[in-house]
């Protein structure tokens, strides 16, 4: 079993920004695509951004073209999530994501491994 482990959630006045890290407690060759997920409480898990396994592809959602980036670093084991620009409407508990295909997925199903959650709260 693969556990990821993310870092960099916190409170943040709105405009401001925010770095969420994310790699698994120890080196693995399971994982594929990566992503981040944001999710408030009762609600469903939703896609913030995701990126295939070698980096070349990436989707974001609507919301946050512009102001975030996905990116990953050359081992292909650790994904970043720079966030600008921040809005009160992005606070949710973001969740990283693994899975064990290279593809990525706009599901949050479709992924297989994930963090425990970090809180990112935006005030106005």
């Known amino acids: 079993q693969v556990h990821l482990v993310e870092s960099g959630g916190g409170l943040v006045q709105a405009g401001g920004s925010l770095r969420l890290s994310c790699a698994p407690s120890s080196p693995t060759f399971s994982i594929g695509a990566m992503g981040w997920f944001g999710q408030d409480p009762g609600k469903e898990r939703l896609l913030v951004a995701v990126i295939s396994g070698r980096g070349g592809m990436i989707k974001y959602a609507d919301s946050v073209k512009g102001r975030f980036t996905i990116s990953r670093d050359n081992a292909k084991t650790t994904v970043f999530l720079q966030m600008n620009s921040l809005k009160p409407e992005d606070t949710a508990v973001y969740y990283c994501?693994?899975?064990?295909?290279?593809?990525?997925?706009?599901?949050?199903?479709?992924?297989?491994?994930w963090g425990q959650g970090t809180q990112v709260t935006v005030s106005s």
């Open positions: 994501a693994a899975r064990i295909y290279s593809t990525l997925s706009i599901q949050w199903y479709e992924y297989d491994y």
